[in-house]
């Protein structure tokens, strides 16, 4: 502004001086043209001396050419003839005077009344001689007036234009900068404020606010995602204060962090095996402790399993892509089969996985066999799951991939090689040994890299965490950071964590088929089995070495031995489905677990009464719930174990707040429900004293631990189980 106003001001200083220069010019030239006239019209006569003829003229003169006024003046320099007598000054005299003199033209400005005037003198002449002169007199007023008014205009004229330009500046600050910053402003703050959906954006398009607004996009995208995740974990927090997890809490939580995300669940075992049987279809739900707590997260979220079809009639009811909506009375979820040769069945399942990778992972003192073929074995249907899954997902971005136990190690890395956007999630259901037992493995670091593929690697308990992350320590070159632990190796990090698995609980069990068959009652138990005594010990483990069977029939001899006036007061009811008998191990010990079983009954038994009841049979939940409902004590004695799920299902049976539970302190379960009895099962001195505690315990102890088991369970049941995974597993990417 100020340069303007210097600009402005030189420049009106040069045209006012250009101007006034210009006007002296005019009134001069105008001046002598007029002189001459005046000389033309009156010479002669001042030379006759005809002072009243001069006289006329000048007054005629003065008027028609409206000049400041005329003088003739003899050559004396006395006056003759003035237009206007108020004229004839002494500066004018003295002007004429020296023109007289040197017989020049004079000029000169002077004031007369106050007012400017120009004066031309001008000599007369007769003859040769100086006869007189005349005066022309202009007024030259305006002459210095004129650069006033110059600079008034120009200053003015600078003024309007200030005042436009001031007036455009705001109009356009208005327009192109306040009204779209106080929109964008607007829509910040709607961000900041908004609870709900975000509205669409409606953001001025003006080219130079792009790169703003794009930020402002970012900035909104991001505040609203991060308010949704609070207020997700808001909610969810004072949820989980409040109340337990529920299927449909787990439900409305995966719809709210999945959003349209994919959740894919692979394992081996499959939750519903079609059979048939005399001609008609049927299905059954597996004794796995993996599918049973799979199975509530795929209810409450849907999406697709992955698994094994290993029924005689899975075939006949799946579609074209091997697809089958589960449960089959009520679907919720999509089945996909995955078909093995039965060589790679053998070599994968029984001999690797079985053989192989469990009793390494357990301390049960069964050595692992590794074979070179079971391991190509198992190479090979790894890879034939991770090429299912990668099919599945060809179409969809981000899914989360979740794969289930030893048996599918390497899936994670060979999803995760072809697909970097999915986040892969592996869930170990057994032990994890220290890194001396693992290191007997010849396929340990493959297995680790296979492992190390995934996201997220979740264990029952911090003890396998520090396991694993020991074995790759001193197995492999990889980054360990302890305090979050995670392990980085090849540009990717996997996060280790514990998630203790849990059961459906409070509200049931979600695998539960009405059975009109089902006792109802502890004396239909009882009766359906043929049981005459007060008390019932119930155990319910697959046939498997982990399970600590041998050492539990070992502590019932002991505990009759001991305190025989239990003899016709307590049967054991033991539970014990076969499973992996195409292994030769597992035949001998379901084979040395009978033998035993009929040894000790032939032994202790009575005419009214057997110490063992022994079902090998498959029993649907709800048949499981009525034994864990009339047992007075749940007797779970592994040699090592994950978690174990039927510690759990046994205190969730109890709504009475009845029962004692006894549990091995190697099962993963003894470091979450404090209120159980712990045994060593290897000392089978101490489990037959503790059934003998167990059954005498008094009521009101009784209640307060089942009643505290019961509170821990409410609160970490298999609903919060599934969402900790899930929010990690989304947190992840
Ligand atoms: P499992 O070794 O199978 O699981 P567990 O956790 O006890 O052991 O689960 C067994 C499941 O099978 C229970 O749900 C039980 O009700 C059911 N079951 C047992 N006998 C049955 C029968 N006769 N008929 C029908 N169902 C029967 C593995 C690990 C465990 C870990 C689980 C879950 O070995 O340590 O707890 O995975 O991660």
């Excluded at 998630?499 to 009652?521: L, Q, W």
Aim: glycine fraction near 4%; aromatic fraction near 10%; proline fraction near 5%.
């Amino acid at each position: 502004m100020v340069i303007i106003a210097v600009g402005v001001a030189s420049w009106t200083y040069w045209q006012a001086t250009q101007e006034q220069q210009q006007l002296q010019n005019d009134l001069t030239a105008r001046t002598k043209l007029l002189a001459r006239a005046v000389r033309e019209a009156v010479e002669v006569n001042v030379a006759n001396n005809f002072i009243a003829t001069v006289d006329r003229s000048v007054k005629r003169l003065a008027e028609r050419e409206r000049v400041g006024g005329i003088v003739v003046f003899d050559s004396h320099a006395a006056v003759i003839a003035v237009s206007d007598p108020k004229h004839s000054t002494t500066e004018l005299a003295a002007l004429v005077g020296r023109a007289l003199d040197i017989d020049q033209e004079q000029s000169r400005t002077f004031s007369v009344e106050g007012r400017d005037f120009y004066a031309l003198a001008l000599p007369l002449h007769d003859e040769q001689r100086v006869s007189g002169a005349v005066a022309i007199l202009q007024q030259a007023d305006y002459i210095k007036q004129e650069p006033w008014n110059i600079w008034r205009e120009n200053f003015l004229r600078l003024f309007l234009k200030v005042l436009a330009s001031v007036l455009a500046l705001l109009l356009f600050i208005r327009w192109f900068l306040y009204r779209p910053i106080s929109r964008l402003t607007t829509q910040l703050k709607s961000a900041r404020l908004e609870s709900g959906d975000a509205a669409p954006l409606r953001l001025p398009r003006i080219p130079f606010f792009r790169p703003l607004i794009r930020e402002i996009m970012h900035i909104r995208s991001h505040l609203a995602d991060a308010r949704g995740r609070a207020e997700i974990e808001a909610r969810l927090r004072m949820e989980k204060i409040d109340s337990p997890w529920t299927g449909d809490r787990l439900s409305e939580m995966a719809k709210e962090v999945l959003k349209d995300r994919m959740l894919v669940v692979v394992s081996n075992r499959e939750p519903y095996i079609h059979t048939k049987s005399g001609g008609q279809l049927q299905y059954y739900f597996p004794a796995s402790g993996m599918a049973t707590a799979i199975e509530p997260l795929m209810r409450s979220c849907g999406g697709l399993w992955v698994a094994h079809g290993s029924g005689d009639a899975d075939r006949q009811t799946v579609d074209a892509k091997d697809h089958v909506a589960v449960p089959p009375d009520d679907p919720r979820y999509t089945l996909r089969r995955i078909w093995l040769n039965p060589q790679d069945e053998q070599g994968y399942y029984f001999g690797f996985s079985n053989e192989g990778v469990w009793p390494l992972c357990h301390n049960a003192h069964v050595r692992p066999i590794f074979r070179k073929e079971d391991w190509e074995a198992y190479q090979r249907v790894n890879q034939q799951f991770a090429n299912a899954v990668l099919q599945e997902i060809k179409d969809v971005q981000h899914p989360l991939i979740f794969v289930q136990d030893y048996l599918l190690a390497l899936v994670p890395r060979m999803i995760k090689k072809q697909r970097r956007d999915a986040v892969v999630a592996l869930f170990w259901h057994i032990p994890w040994p220290n890194s001396e037992a693992f290191s007997i493995c010849p396929y340990r670091s493959e297995i680790l890299d296979g492992m190390l593929g995934a996201d997220l690697l979740g264990f029952h308990t911090q003890l396998h965490c520090n396991n694993f992350i020991d074995t790759v320590g001193r197995t492999m070159e990889a980054l360990i950071d302890w305090e979050q632990f995670e392990v980085q190796r090849s540009h990717h990090t996997t996060m280790v964590k514990s998630f203790p698995i849990s059961i459906a609980f409070p509200n049931g069990d979600a695998n539960m088929i009405a059975d009109p068959t089902t006792p109802r009652s502890s004396t239909d138990v009882r009766e359906a089995f043929d049981i005459h005594t007060p008390h019932i010990v119930l155990g319910v483990d697959r046939i498997d070495y982990i399970k600590g069977l041998v050492e539990k029939l070992r502590a019932i001899e002991l505990f009759f031995e001991k305190y025989p006036a239990y003899k016709e007061q307590v049967t054991f009811v033991q539970i014990a489905p076969s499973s992996r008998e195409k292994i030769e191990s597992y035949r001998q010990l379901d084979e040395q677990i009978t033998s035993e079983v009929e040894r000790i009954n032939a032994q202790l038994r009575s005419a009214r009464w057997k110490p063992i009841v022994f079902l090998k049979h498959r029993h649907t939940h709800e048949q499981l719930n009525q034994l864990y409902k009339a047992a007075d004590v749940c007797l779970i004695t592994s040699l090592h174990d994950g978690m174990n799920l039927v510690a759990k299902e046994y205190v969730a049976a109890h709504d009475d707040e009845r029962g004692v539970l006894v549990v091995s302190q190697f099962a993963g379960v003894s470091r979450e429900l404090k209120e159980a009895m712990v045994v060593n099962p290897y000392d089978v001195e101490q489990v037959a004293d503790v059934i003998k505690w167990s059954l005498e315990c008094p009521k009101a102890e009784e209640m307060r631990r089942m009643k505290k088991m019961r509170e821990v369970l409410k609160q970490h049941n298999v609903y919060q189980w599934a969402a900790e995974i899930l929010r990690t597993m989304v947190g992840l990417g």
